[in-house]
T-cell receptor, first 115, second 111 residues
């Protein structure tokens, strides 16, 4: 089983719908991240969380919200999806400040299409 | 200016050649740098990290860091078709702990 699991893996939805992407991890890491990937733009950080009570905006947080339900769970919501949010979304984890080598461990990605 | 910049390519090299991938960064506070490899349709995976000026070698891969020039590179010796992928350079943003990625360079190794 994957250490970082994302659901759903693929989703097609319509403009204006609310969408939630979920991420769970079994690595015991404190830090979790949501990235978005578009062709030619690399990975852009949407939100990140260093523990359950710590949520921070990334480079492109507008139109998104997150919830850190537990150390192991970090979900991303699109309250009212729009077509330019069509992208590949990755959840990632890393260790805490003492153990963090800087390495991110990624989920398999969630491909979202907004029509 | 983006915090981490790469040439998106594609960079095409013949099998057996040396592939050279380059990255520049803007935050002088950054102390560590990372190269991730991403195959098409897959998630990124870490292949090299470098923290000190100079070279770091791991098998066919060599990472080079020049903090004065704010430049980091990845050399792949004896390139193989299986090295064909997108290579992402990443650096921490200041002391925030968040990792910022460049746009990635697509490498094509032709048999």
């Amino acid at each position: 089983d994957a250490d970082v699991t994302q659901t759903p893996r693929n989703r097609i939805t319509k403009t204006g719908k609310r969408i939630m992407l979920e991420c769970s991890q079994t690595k015991g890491h404190d830090r979790m991240y949501w990235y978005r990937q578009d062709p030619g733009l690399g990975l852009r950080l949407i939100y990140y969380s260093f523990d359950v009570k710590d949520i921070n905006k990334g480079e492109i947080s507008d139109g998104y919200s997150v919830s850190r339900q537990a150390q192991a769970k970090f979900s991303l919501s699109l309250e009212s999806a729009i077509p330019n949010q069509t992208a590949l979304y990755f959840c990632a984890t890393s260790g805490d400040r003492k153990t963090n080598t800087g390495e991110l461990f990624f989920g398999e990605g969630s491909r979202l299409t907004v029509l | 200016q983006k915090e981490v910049e790469q040439n998106s390519g594609p960079l095409s090299v013949p099998e057996g050649a040396i592939a050279s991938l380059n990255c520049t960064y803007s935050d002088r506070v950054s102390q560590s740098f990372f190269w991730y490899r991403q195959y098409s349709g897959k998630s990124p995976e870490l292949i090299m990290s470098i923290y000190s000026n100079g070279d770091k070698e791991d098998g066919r891969f060599t990472a080079q860091l020049n903090k004065a020039s704010q430049y980091v590179s990845l050399l792949i010796r004896d390139s193989q078709p299986s090295d064909s992928a997108t290579y992402l350079c990443a650096a921490p943003s200041g002391n925030t702990g968040k990792l910022i990625f460049g746009q990635g360079t697509t490498l094509q190794v032709k048999p």
